[in-house]
């Protein structure tokens, strides 16, 4: 059973740090491109970041370039995605992907003063 469990949101104030991560499991995670995407009720789904399946190939999103680092442990079958400088319009519903394989429900970052 394919599964993606999201963690490490939360409340931050701009210009603070938050550490997402995806656990998965039921499929060859190393096998897999990973995506992490997010969503706001304001905004269409955007694709924050992906990671090549052995980390060799890294692409971001314009709006977050320097500020958010993708990476994975394959050995956990774990995604990661290091968030600094954070500002307002960062907040969203963060989840990773893997196409044609699954999608988890999510973690909510609220950037807010």
């Known amino acids: 059973q394919v599964q993606f469990v999201e963690s490490g949101g939360g409340l931050v104030q701009p210009g603070g740090s938050l550490r997402l991560s995806c656990v998965t499991s039921?499929?060859?995670?190393?096998?897999?491109?990973i995506n992490w995407y997010r969503q706001s009720p304001q905004k269409e789904r955007e694709l924050v970041a992906a990671?090549?399946?052995?980390?060799?190939?890294?692409i971001y999103a314009d709006s977050v370039k320097g500020r958010f680092t993708i990476s994975r442990d394959n050995a956990k079958s774990t995604a990661y995605l290091q968030m600094d400088n954070l500002k307002p319009q960062d907040t969203a519903v963060y989840y990773c992907?893997?196409?044609?394989?699954?999608r988890g429900q999510g973690t909510l970052v609220t950037v807010s003063s």
């Open positions: 039921g499929f060859t995670f190393s096998s897999y491109a």
């Open positions: 992907d893997v196409a044609r394989v699954g």
């Open positions: 990671i090549s399946s052995f980390g060799e190939n890294t």
